[in-house]
């Protein structure tokens, strides 16, 4: 492999690399992601999805939420996470003046296709400061076992 040019912090290329980036993220390409599993910039929530020799991890940073303000479902192998975060600033009082505003606010959904080989009926979620957990245990069958040569 070789190293860029354009990569290195430091190089001459470097700030012209970090000005086309916040071009892209300005304008982009409208409807054409970035890559096959992008989103939009400020999509609630984040997560991360990960697997194990006997789950799928997924976790959901979601900040300031109730856990009884937010919906997981498993469908036919499509994990659904909804919910919808208030805004906390009181809309009708007049002596409340807001500079900045950049948390988002509303409802939100993510779904997130699982692989074939998890088991629909161990799922176990947990949410704990800000992060919601999601463990989907995968079928025995598909976990990867030793074979004894005889």
């Known amino acids: 492999m070789y190293v860029s040019l354009l990569s290195q912090p430091s190089s001459l290329f470097g700030p012209f690399e970090r000005l086309r980036r916040e071009l892209d993220d300005v304008f982009g390409a409208p409807g054409l992601p ?9 999509t609630l929530p984040a ?9 799928v991890e997924v976790y959901a940073f979601a900040p300031g939420l109730e856990a009884s303000k937010i919906d997981v479902s498993l469908d036919r192998g499509v994990l659904r996470i909804a919910g919808e975060r208030a805004s906390g600033i009181p ?3 007049p ?5 900045a505003s950049e948390r988002s606010v509303g409802s939100f959904t993510r779904t997130v296709s699982l692989p074939d080989d998890v088991d629909p009926a161990q799922v176990n979620a947990s949410y704990r ?8 245990a995968r ?3 598909a976990q990867p076992r030793r074979i ?3």
């Open 34 to 42: 970035s890559s096959i599993r992008s989103v939009n910039a400020g």
């Open 129 to 136: 400061d800000g992060v919601l957990q999601i463990s989907i």
């Open 47 to 55: 997560i991360n999805v990960g697997r194990t020799p006997t789950s």
């Open 95 to 99: 002596k409340v003046q807001v500079y």
């Open 148 to 150: 004894t040569v005889q």
């Open 91 to 93: 809309a009708a009082d």
């Open 139 to 141: 079928r025995e069958s």
